[in-house]
Each structure stands twice: as C-alpha cells, then as structure tokens.
C-alpha cells in the first residue's frame, strides 16, 4: 500500500484530483469507479475547476459508482444519483448515457444487482476505483460482515452506518436500512484503486485496515492483497498509524 499524508483535508483532496486526472490525461477513455460521502466533495472540487479551466477532459470517461441506497429514486435529494449530478456530473463534460450507478428504484434486489454487475462487466471493469472508507471499516457499503462478498448485492445497513449517514436526512428514520452496493470482488478487480480518508473519527479503522488481519469484519482490509492501493490521507486520520 501506498500511502501519501497530506497535512489537511485540502491538500488532500488536491492530491488525490491529480492522480485521478493523471489517470484520465493517460488513459482518456478510462472507467472510473466513483464514490460518494463527504471524503470525496473537494477532489470533485478540483476536478471540476480544472474541467473548467481545460486541464482535463472526460468526454470519453465512464463511471461506475459504488452504491445507492434501495428505495431512493434519481430525483431524491439524498440519492447518490442526486449527489454525484450536484458535486460532479453536471458541471463536467461526462456523457449522461456512460454515469452509471446501481438503481435504487428498483425494488427487486436480484434484478438491480444483476443489472449492473451486467453494466460494469459491459464496460470492461474498473481502471481507477475511488474510495472512502467508512468509520467501521466500510468500503461502498460493504458493511462489517462473516465474509466477503464479490458482486453487488443489496445490504442491511449496520447502525453505526446510519447514525454516521442521518447527517444527510431529516431524522434517523429517513436514512434507508438497505443498499445497493458493488462487491469486494469487483472493488478488488479494480486495476487501481485510490482511498481517501480524512479525519480523526476514521484514524482507528484507518489503522486496522492497514496494519491489521484481513478480515470480512474490517472489509477495508482486503486491500492490502491488492497490487495498487494508493492512500491518500490527511495528518489527523493517520494519527493512530
Ligand atoms: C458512506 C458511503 C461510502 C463512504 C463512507 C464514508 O456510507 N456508502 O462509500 O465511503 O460512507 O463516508 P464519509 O466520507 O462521509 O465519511
């Protein structure tokens, strides 16, 4: 693993904008696997003032996100369809009809995980795959569990997830229980991947998904088998390390 401390949030999200353009200047019909959550806000930031002043390009990029929540349509405000049109999607020249995420309207769990396991293995996999990581150890919303999932299912959101996600909503009960989300399996086909973490309160799962035992119960931890993880982190959320 290899990992880059930035000294703030700031500095690391610009860090983590220029490896993903870098990725999109080299490799300009890239698919880029996207995340949602507050880690990933300021590297859209950056990608999108850099869009703007013609430094990077995405007319020939794909997207594939990570997760959605079951039961939120497009047009709902906490979606992460809503979320990625807000922070990226419409202010950069991506093409609509190559952004794809699960479809969280689709109350058939085996149909939507099915779909888009078709749509990522239709695109070719993930070049670059963008994570957060959850204050539990969460990646996508592949929850602290007995195993590793490979393929996108739909899960039950652990409590501490919707605690930490009703920020979001009007009260805790508004946070959905079930997700849509990609599996470890395709998270780890990923030929790169790129996490971000930022903050005290992800110093503790930081710590144990680098340095501890690989296990489904701390599911960031798998990526230590994976060939190029790059982290980028800020002082306070290396600070257990
Ligand atoms: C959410 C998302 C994850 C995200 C994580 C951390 O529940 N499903 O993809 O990485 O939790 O979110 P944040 O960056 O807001 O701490």
Known sequence: MNIIRTKDYQNLSRKAANIISAQVILKPDSVLGLATGSSPVGTYQYLVDWYQKGDVDFSRVTTVNLDEYKGLPREHEQSYFYFM???LFRHVNLDPARTFLPDGSEMDSA?????YDRIISGVGGVDLQLLGLGRNGHIGFNEPDS???????????????????????????DVPREAYTMGIGTIMRAKKI????????????????????????????????????????????????
């Open 85 to 87: 049109r807000h922070h």
């Open 147 to 173: 195993h590793f999932a490979s393929g996108t299912h739909c899960v039950r959101l652990t409590a501490s997830t919707i605690e930490a996600n009703q920020r979001f909503f009007d009260s805790p009960d």
């Open 194 to 241: 790129l996490v971000v973490v930022s903050g005290e309160d992800k110093a503790e799962a930081l710590r144990a998904v680098c340095q501890g035992p690989v296990t489904p119960s701390m599911p960031g931890s798998i990526l230590q088998f994976h060939p190029d993880v790059t982290i980028v982190a800020d002082a306070a959320a290396l600070s257990r390390m």
């Open 111 to 115: 149909k939507a995980c099915a779909d």
